[in-house]
């Protein structure tokens, strides 16, 4: 199976910052890995797919790139809305691993 | 457009099965494949397989292997995730997902861009 790692597990950042995560596959992946954003008590939410192409109706403050085993997530300008964890996703392979997770979170 | 409609939470015994449904809305069924997703309590996501309707095989996590059957009823619209032998461990929300293949130049990307509300389901004795 492929692993996902994600770093960092936790961040602390304010409005208005830039915010970069990063995503880590096992073994090359191409460009098949997307991104969700999950918030407390809901389903998680597409934001990203093919490692850079933004999902209809996402916001273009995200931005998602990389290649192989290397990605990484940006929020140019973070909002209020966008405190919560975030997932990487690879669907490479079966069976399509999910990274452990970004929780971001109010400074 | 389409929705997943998921049924309500679920109380189990260990040693006992559980059948969740996902029930399909507003849109084309058995175009798209299904997958379902667990998040145990204050933990990330787990994938444990999918399905295409339209070719009824499904792919399951070899962790789930044994233990989980996934189907769907075109005439409904519904797809179901059927777990047994369940154990304490396997309390956590279930979700289905709408696998979506979008095309970039000549390679398919999936991705799951709709999923339904998620079912709770406890194991407990």
């Known amino acids: 199976d492929i692993q996902l790692t994600q770093s960092p597990s936790f961040l602390s950042a304010s409005v208005g910052d830039r915010v970069t995560i990063t995503c880590r596959a096992s073994q090359g992946i191409s460009s098949y890995l997307a991104w969700y954003q999950q918030k407390p008590g809901k389903a998680p939410k597409l934001l990203i797919y093919?490692?850079?192409t933004l999902q209809s109706g996402v916001p273009s403050r995200f931005s998602g790139s990389g290649s192989g085993t290397e990605f990484t997530l940006t929020i140019s300008s973070l909002q209020p809305e966008d405190f919560a964890t975030y997932y990487c996703?690879?669907?490479?392979?079966?069976?399509?691993?999910f990274g452990p997770g970004t929780k971001v979170d109010i400074k | 457009q389409v929705q997943l409609v998921q049924s309500g939470a679920e109380v189990k015994k260990p040693g006992s099965s559980v059948k969740v449904s996902c029930k399909a809305s507003g849109g084309t069924f058995s175009s798209y494949a299904i997958s379902w997703v667990r998040q145990a309590p204050g933990q990330g996501l787990e994938w444990m397989g999918g399905i295409i309707p339209i070719f009824g095989t499904a792919n399951y996590a070899q962790k789930f292997q044994g233990r989980v059957t996934i189907t769907t009823d075109e005439s409904t619209s519904t797809a179901y995730m059927e777990l047994s032998s369940l154990r304490s461990e396997d309390t956590a929300v279930y979700y289905c997902?709408?696998?979506?293949?979008?095309?970039?130049?000549?390679?398919?990307?999936?991705?799951?861009?709709?999923w339904g509300q998620g079912t709770m389901v406890t194991v407990s004795s």
């Open positions: 997902a709408r696998v979506i293949t979008m095309v970039r130049g000549v390679k398919g990307f999936d991705a799951f861009d709709i």
């Open positions: 996703q690879q669907l490479n392979s079966y069976p399509f691993t």
């Open positions: 093919a490692a850079s």
